[in-house]
């Protein structure tokens, strides 16, 4: 254990560490024949052999086409599909199962209530409401809309520890505001945002809310009915499932007014060469081939981490957290980005101001074996706004164990080692996007 780390670790908190035999990747070298610290999780999670086996067994024995074939294979695949939207309604529990939406990622959900319901509803002077800390995802969709439509786009300020300023909120309220659509946690700040009661504030002003749940879900138990929320969007590829799935839910009466966002193949329930009519939800805004085998993969995904439990994995990420935290603030010339460990969720963002984020995260991985994120993680105005271009972001999952925030300690404190005393750069390459 790093001796900056101070604060007494609660080990009852801590999940087993034989979880991480589930997950084949893990015993992996990276770097310098190093074992792998896989601490990316803000960007994309591992799977468990349950989820790689779950996907292999479609490809190898039931595989086909949904909906649409009379014959065995079909059947079973449509079988297993349908099960997938199960298990999503249980997880976040929705009233109905036709207001989960499968789309291939929380991007493309956003952008289908951005260009069906943003489209529909939005006039010249109407009034988006968004924050500083929105990942890309929730921004530049409603900046594009706000091009089509004429709408404004207002955005909630931050308070100097990196939380929402609830005040300035409340006063950016108006009966202009038509939508409120911000993210549940922030993917670099880690702060977890007060969502119920964003939602309960809109829907006085009479506006809708969309939320992007995709650092939330994963993590924390969510009741779409208990926070009334309007939209929600996730993806499964942040949760232990593969890419190319996630989920929009929204109300039924929503859905049902709103019109599909793409045309072709299953959105339909009749066409003429002139005309068509939508099909019912959840097809209406199914277009095409859907993503099957991810969506499936995804169900085993989250039967996973049921079994395994939301509670029990936001302890066990908690005490990761505070743990770095508080050896990360003690290492001189070193800017933690966001609130304090009781606000924020399972990451650690930071950054100095003499010593570049790619440097940290080569070293980390090479010497060190450590996966951590360097650039602006798809959030340049809120890396704008902290007056700095890029930072290093550790994020944890429920397979990490604290040897491995150590060893991103002792590989912070190598970096600034090699680099801070003569204020060396290497030079600087562009941040991911």
Known sequence: MTDLATRSIDRTALLPVALRNDFPILSEEVGDHQPLAFLDNAASTQRPRQVIDALS???????????????????????????????????????????????????????????????????????????????????????????????????????????????????????????????AVSNTLGTINPVAEIIAKAHAAGALVLIDAAQSVPHLAVDVQALDVDFLAFSGHKMLGPSGVGVLYGKEALLDAMPPFLGGGSMINEVKLSSFTPAALPAKFEAGTPPIVPAIGMSAAIDYLQSVGLDAIHRHESELTRYAYDALSQIEGLRILGPAPEHRAGLVSFAFDRIHAHEFAQVLNDQFGVAVRAGHHCTQPLHAHLGIAASTRASFYLYNTLEEVDRLIEGVLAVQRMFAPQGRQRKRRKPDE
């Open 57 to 183: 067994g479609v490809y190898e024995r039931t595989y086909a086409n949904v909906h649409r074939g009379i014959h065995t294979l079909s059947e079973l695949s449509t079988e297993q599909y349908e099960t997938a939207r199960h298990r999503v309604q249980r997880l976040i529990n929705a009233r109905q199962l036709h207001e989960v939406i499968f789309t291939s990622g929380t991007t493309a959900s956003i952008n289908t209530v951005a260009r069906s319901w943003g489209d529909a509803n939005l006039r010249a002077g109407d009034e988006v409401l968004l924050s500083v800390m929105e990942h890309h995802s929730n921004l530049v969709p409603w900046q594009q809309t706000a091009e089509r439509t004429g709408a404004v786009l207002r955005h909630i300020p931050l308070t100097d520890d990196g939380r929402l300023d609830m005040e300035a909120f409340e006063r950016l309220l108006t009966d202009r505001t038509k939508l409120v659509a911000v993210t």
